[in-house]
């Protein structure tokens, strides 16, 4: 879009680059600034801010900690989370995007509403259920409240890649001679692949952050994400080590936001906004 | 010629052949077709089996979400209750929990103090974050770089990203502690005081949520058609005005689904909060989850902690449904302008 | 091969009618076209066939089987689409073979090559097997979209508007093609298209189709010189007919005089114009007539007046729009060399002799006048 048009085009390109530096700054000193610290000797830590001799013996040893432990229970748990979401929602998306049936769309909106509802409201009474149960502390247990975060996320999205597939294809598709379940198979999940990759990761992106579930509901069984924030508050000294936790808890998903760049609008919007 | 084709028929002939009747031309006498209107029982069972496909597809799903109502219906059948953590007798004590949630001082607290928060982080997020789509909605050097870094804060756990912001203001190892010296604030306190601590958490949640407007509005702002802007060219308008005439309204439901959004999660947010000051200092900053989660795990009274939640809901329910009208008004608009 | 029957087809879409007691029959072989605007119906009844919808009431048939509880991958039916429908994952070569390699034919992999490579030729397409669809211009993925309704030989071909996207030239070209491999695959098809020169010159017969029913069927003669109904008729000729009301004053066995366009005139008519006149309910009648078939004059011959509305010139010939002295127009399709000036007072004559009758109230087809062999 050409922006002789644009409101701000009375303040001017370098003040317009300007603004966009202070908020460059605002959004990504922090990230630096964490890894930072997360290099630099606890002996320097108080005495220097940007002038050091880096190291890399905090991230040693948080490595060699059971903060790993964690980190891979994290992984175990979300990764799980996602593949159970893609197991019932890629059937359940596409029978949203082309069936018509009664109810469809209030049972879309209701699988949407859970997004919103305040989390603490489902863990009060989860927390009772999940000892009854013997949920509470274990993998599965995790897994499956996961779900709420993941299914919702992840059905919204495919469903709009669904919609995006013109149906003539799949009826081509049947009169070539495959039975109804064939097409989804061999024509429509290829077809959509791109999208499941980026819900599949947006997802995984969601699971890796929780907090709250696995605080509530977990205690051995915990998260790289709920630990780090332990460390802090547990210890006021070893500021490094606690600096390199939260670099390697935010890893996985630096490097995962990159990948999925391109479908982060659909995601994020939960398929509200085409981008 | 007849179009270049050969006639069947001398053109005599088929002006005085009987005429075609309206429905077919049967080659078979009509009793021998079978009756329109019956249906063979084969073909009865199978219509029936392909309406029932929808509903096998979406099995799984609703069996999970059925999964997912238990815990509601739990929730509310225990908040007729005592349930506490600590004892084993329960009694049903019918609205006593909700009388006593409207008669404490503790409960209206809390719901100004989610209600402010909500409000001034979507606030500061929206025009911060129309701001900076407005800014990114360009060719140069730093927005093409920002464009794909500024998702970072908002890929991160939001709990990491209060780790890091605690690190930045700690009085002792903290970056901004030699800056805010400077200007005069190096008193300033942050999540330590209560005056402040609003404050601190507004940006905190700034921080990592206002990347998520930006995307989305960004996203908005390029998929707006070109033409009416190319006719306010022609017809001549000063920027402001083909901004408030033309791209807001174009813009709006783009707008009002990014501010649905971020209300309604904000107004149930505990990580954030949670992690930078528990709610304190005092009470300063306690959230109604932050509330119920306080009732509920230290002090054991699960099913007071019970009714808060689903006011709370209520409330978020409410909210989004009156947004949600507005966001499909505008889009009807919008489809009207473009 | 196989002949086609459908019998009461019925199917709503929620209260939209898609099509209403759809009775047809399609000769084994036989190339049908069925004509109609778009929303009538057409696309609504190809998808029956092929079973991609299923009906509310109403039965099909394929040669001798009742397919009603067949899923579509069972009926031996190929279809090309509209929108063509190519696997966008696939190159060429891949989307022609796909059928032959799904569990319904399951072809060892030498024959499926030849069967490809052999109708790519046929249809000019084989040097194009190795490419992706995205890469491919409209006519090329039309033709592809043939091919893999090709290979299949099915019992029945279903087309529902294959030549709509293309640009005109191409439209002619392939006309000609298409009519060619009709008569080269005999294979029984139904046509679907909304250009009723396509409908004219493609087909054996045609089926005309509005609103979900089926108006008329018949060769392509039978339904452009004795339509139906008023609405066939209107269907079919560009420019479109000219429909007027004309009120009988008196008649006799070999005139009749009307009053009509304002002004009082007669015509010559045969007994049997005569008796079918008799069946009228009252004394009004609607007069059909083509734009070709008005003569119109300034040597005495004329019969009518009017003040020319619109002329406008195409080629070979020009379209003359007349305002009629009661204000009705009429539209005429004259030669091109002659031209025409606005607002000028003209006349002009209907054609006795290529008159069609419609009842007025129920606007049927009642008789028609004939002409002499060689005319036209």
């Known amino acids: ?222 998260t790289s994400t709920v630990i780090a924030l332990r460390y802090l508050a547990s210890d006021t000294v070893h500021y490094g080590q606690v600096a390199a936790a939260a670099a390697i808890s935010a890893l996985p998903e630096v490097i995962l936001a990159l990948l999925i760049q391109k479908h982060l609008v659909r995601g994020l919007s939960f398929g509200a906004v085409k981008g | 010629m007849f179009w270049g084709r050969e006639p069947a028929l001398s053109i005599t002939e088929v002006w005085n052949a009987p005429m075609s009747t309206t429905l077919s031309s049967p080659r078979t006498p009509p009793s021998e077709l079978p009756r329109g209107g019956s249906a063979s029982k084969d073909s009865i069972a199978h219509a029936r089996r392909r309406r029932f496909r929808p509903y096998l597809v979406l099995a799984p799903a609703l069996i999970l979400t059925i999964g997912i109502f238990i815990p509601f219906i739990a929730a509310i059948c225990l908040s007729f209750t005592d349930y506490s953590l600590n004892s084993s007798d329960v009694s049903f004590i019918g609205f006593d929990n909700y009388l006593s949630m409207l008669q404490s001082s503790d409960f209206w607290h809390s719901l100004w103090i989610t209600i402010e928060y909500a409000f001034l982080c979507t606030a500061v997020e929206m025009l911060l974050g129309v701001g900076v789509a407005l800014l990114l909605n360009d060719e140069n050097i730093v927005a093409r770089f920002l464009r794909i870094v500024l998702i970072f804060p908002l890929m991160i756990a939001p709990v990491i990203g209060t780790l890091i912001w605690k690190l930045i203001t700690n009085p002792s190892v903290g970056i901004l502690v030699g800056p805010m010296r400077m200007i005069g604030l190096g008193d300033f306190k942050w999540a330590a005081s209560p005056d402040s601590a609003m404050f601190s958490l507004v940006v905190v949640d700034a921080w990592v949520y206002t990347p998520f407007v930006i995307i989305l509005v960004l996203a908005g702002l390029r998929s707006l058609p070109k033409s009416p802007y190319e006719a306010a060219l022609i017809d001549g308008g000063s920027p402001w005005f083909v901004f408030k005439n033309l791209t807001l309204p174009m813009l709006a439901p783009v707008l009002l689904i990014t501010l649905v959004f971020r209300l309604m999660l904000s107004l149930q947010e505990f990580s954030i909060i949670f992690a930078l000051t528990e709610g304190g200092p005092g009470d300063a900053t306690m959230s109604l989850s932050l509330q119920a989660y306080n009732r509920a795990f230290p002090f054991y009274g699960l099913a007071e902690a019970i009714p808060m939640m689903l006011f709370l809901w209520a409330l978020v329910y409410f909210v989004s449904f009156i947004l949600i009208g507005f966001w499909r008004r505008a889009q009807q608009r919008a489809a009207g302008v473009a | 091969m196989a002949s086609i029957q459908l019998s009461g087809l019925t199917k709503f879409y929620g209260k939209r009618r898609g099509v209403e007691d759809v009775s047809l029959e399609v000769g084994d072989q036989e190339f049908l076209t069925v004509f109609g605007p778009a929303g009538a119906g057409k696309t609504t009844t190809l998808n029956l066939i092929a079973g991609i919808v299923t009906p509310d009431r109403g039965s099909i048939r394929i040669g001798d089987k009742t397919v009603d509880a067949l899923e579509p991958a069972d009926r031996n039916v190929a279809m090309v689409f509209e929108s063509y429908a190519l ?111 396509e409908a004219m010159s493609l087909g054996d017969r045609v089926a005309v189709i509005n609103q979900g029913r089926i108006l008329q069927v018949g060769t392509p003669e039978e339904v452009y010189f004795r339509p139906a109904t008023v609405e066939v008729a209107q269907l079919f000729g560009d420019p479109e007919i000219n429909l007027i009301e004309a009120k009988i004053r008196s008649r006799q066995s070999t005139s009749v005089r009307v009053q009509a366009l304002g002004e009082d005139w007669s015509f010559p008519i045969t007994p049997e114009i005569g008796s079918a006149l008799d069946k009228l309910p009252g004394d009004n009648v609607q007069l059909g007539f083509r734009p070709a078939d008005v003569t119109v004059g300034v040597n005495g011959n004329a019969s009518l007046h009017g003040v020319v509305y619109s002329f406008e010139p195409l080629g070979t010939k020009s379209v003359l729009t007349i305002d009629s002295v009661a204000g009705q127009r009429v539209r005429a399709l004259v030669d091109g060399h002659r031209t025409f000036q606005v607002d000028r007072r003209i006349e002009f004559s209907v054609p006795s002799a290529s008159l069609i009758f419609f009842n007025p109230e129920s606007t049927r087809y009642l008789v028609r006048s004939t002409r002499t062999e060689g005319d036209h």
């Open chain 3, 87 to 197: 696997y966008p994952q696939f190159t060429v070569y891949q989307n022609m073979a796909f059928p032959l390699r799904s569990p319904k034919h399951r072809l060892p992999a030498g024959e499926v090559e030849q069967r490809v490579r052999h109708f790519a030729t046929m249809l000019r397409i084989d040097h194009l097997l190795d490419r992706q669809i995205q890469a491919l211009s409209n006519g090329q993925r039309q033709r592809t979209a043939l091919g893999r309704a090709l290979v299949r030989r099915p019992d029945v071909f279903l087309m529902d508007e294959p030549l709509s996207h293309l640009d005109a030239k191409l439209r002619h070209s392939m006309r000609a093609e298409l009519k060619e491999m009709r008569g080269q695959l005999g294979t029984t098809t139904i046509y679907v298209t909304h250009d009723y020169l």
């Open chain 1, 1 to 222: 879009m050409t922006h002789s048009r644009s409101p701000l085009a009375k303040i001017g390109k370098g003040l317009q680059i300007l603004l966009l530096l202070a908020y460059a700054v605002f959004a990504l000193f922090p990230l630096l600034w964490m890894f930072i610290m997360s290099i630099k000797p606890d002996s320097q830590m108080l005495t220097t801010t940007f002038i050091f001799t880096p190291t890399l013996e905090n991230y040693a040893t948080v490595l060699h900690s059971d903060y790993m432990q964690f980190f891979f229970n994290n992984l175990i748990v979300s990764v799980a989370a996602v593949l159970v979401s893609l197991v019932v929602g890629v059937p359940a998306a596409y029978a949203l995007a082309r069936f018509q049936f009664k109810g469809k769309e209030d049972i879309a909106f209701t699988i949407l509403s859970f997004r919103f509802a305040p989390e603490i409201l489902v863990i009060l009474p989860l927390y009772l259920i999940y000892q009854r149960l013997g949920l509470y502390d274990t993998y599965f247990g995790l897994i499956w409240v996961y779900q709420l975060i993941t299914l919702p996320l992840l059905i919204w999205i495919l469903r709009g890649f669904f919609e995006d597939i013109s149906p003539d294809i799949e009826a081509a598709a049947q009169l070539d001679g495959y039975a109804w379940w064939q097409v989804f198979l061999r024509v429509l999940l290829p077809l959509v692949k791109p999208g499941l990759v980026a819900a599949g990761l947006l997802c995984f992106i969601f699971a890796w952050n929780s907090f709250t579930f696995p605080l509530l509901l977990s205690n051995n069984v915990q």
